[in-house]
């Protein structure tokens, strides 16, 4: 009987190892995805064109991801929109060229394109997918109206980074645009940093739906970095531009800069005040901003020494050793009201010989003039020949 049982066993064994090796007919088959990440794309340009094939995109076609360029605003080309994704935590981007206008594709759109036969190259520096047969026909809207974030950097930052962020979306926050004169608007370039090593600009289309509002001497923006080159094709020897996809990517404004600011001093000549105490013209001289009352003071043009700024040859000076406090008050309103103040102070060489240790006030009015408020808590330590006191109206 034992021997009946083993084997019985062991032809039990024998058939489940037969079974163990025999191939399963219904293993699951793996479907090829029809959609690869931008990112992965963009790494096939070496230099060159690069045909996309399926072949050489995994036998893919597609790409997806997000519209981050804003065909209403006026500020892209009509044919053009950027398109931007997040794989494996890392995103990227590019600009999709149409034959055809762009008419369906807005800002937020969640959309796929077919890319297979495209080219993928640069223009003027700037990575695009273009082709003879890529039209509006040839993109696919999966949704609309989402929520676009974008990375948050400096303009130190991006200027570092700008290769691997071109054409994403990007947020520069409380940034000076240092280069304003007064009264600029959004139609041109200008530059993004104060730091002269940073060439980073703002751009905006002169046919920009928003390229005549004013330009904000502080503000956060949101933007897509892209190359411009207008000699070659090379992005490695292009221009750094940040380009707002609307008027609504400029926010946290701390206001424009008034026309004909900043100041310099250097409308009127010095002979219209020559003497500290002019009581004729009661101590009032018109400057490119408007009328300025000089009450213990003079345009000063001494050369080497009296100037705004290495470019000029003027500046104000205060009498030195006073009982008084002498004024360099502004004698008109500004109508938005002033959200920062920037001005430069020296020190001037006494005509007594002796240097006085001094401080000077800043102060502001909202009535017109009638009173006055400090700025800060206390008078400002200034190795200058007396106090002086700037009135902002």
């Not at 080309?77 to 794989?87: G, R, S």
């Not at 938005?336 to 401080?359: D, I, K």
């Not at 800043?362 to 002086?388: F, H, M, N, R």
Request: a neutral charge.
């Amino acid at each position: 009987m034992k021997n009946n049982i083993k084997t019985y066993l062991a032809i039990a064994f024998a058939m489940l190892f037969v079974a163990s090796c025999k191939k399963n007919e219904n293993e699951a088959i793996g479907t090829v995805s029809p959609v690869v990440s931008i990112r992965f794309v963009k790494a096939l340009h070496n230099g060159d064109d690069i045909n996309l094939v399926k072949e050489k995109l995994m036998d893919a076609t597609q790409i997806a991801g997000l519209v981050i360029s804003d065909k209403n605003s006026g500020n892209f080309d009509p044919n053009e929109f950027v398109l931007q994704n997040t794989n494996k935590g890392i995103t990227a981007g590019l600009v999709i060229k149409l034959t055809d206008a762009n008419t369906t594709i807005n800002y937020g759109d969640s959309v796929k394109v077919e890319i297979e036969n495209c080219v993928l190259t640069r223009e003027s520096g700037v990575m695009k997918i273009k082709g003879d047969n890529l039209n509006l026909s040839k993109v696919t809207k999966v949704s609309s109206n989402n929520t676009l974030k974008p990375i948050v950097l400096s303009p130190t930052q991006l200027f570092s980074q700008f290769y691997t962020r071109e054409s994403t979306l990007i947020q520069l926050d409380n940034v000076t645009i240092p280069d304003l004169t007064g009264g600029e608007v959004f139609g041109g370039e200008y530059r993004l940093s104060e730091n002269l090593s940073i060439s980073l600009f703002l751009n905006t289309n002169s046919n920009a739906n928003f390229a005549q509002n004013f330009v904000p001497m502080v503000a956060s923006f949101i933007g897509i970095p892209t190359y411009y080159n207008a000699s070659s094709n090379y992005y490695n020897t292009a221009k750094l531009l940040f380009k707002m996809p609307n008027e609504d990517a400029v926010f946290n404004q701390t206001g424009s800069v008034y026309a004909n600011f900043p100041e310099d001093f250097e409308l009127a000549p010095a002979s219209t005040k020559s003497q500290f105490l002019m009581p004729a013209i009661n101590n009032k001289v018109t400057f490119k901003t408007g009328t300025w009352k000089l009450y213990q003071a003079v345009i000063g043009d001494r050369v080497n020494l009296d100037k705004f700024n290495p470019l000029g040859k003027q500046a104000i000076r205060l009498q030195e050793q006073l009982t008084e406090a002498a004024y360099l008050e502004m004698d008109f309103d500004l109508p938005n009201g002033a959200s920062q103040l920037t001005f430069s102070y020296a020190a001037a060489t006494p005509q007594s010989g002796t240097a006085v240790a001094s401080s000077f006030k800043l102060e502001y009015s909202q009535d017109g003039g009638i009173t006055w408020l400090q700025v800060g808590a206390k008078p400002l330590p200034a190795t200058l020949c007396l106090q002086k006191r700037h009135r902002l109206r």
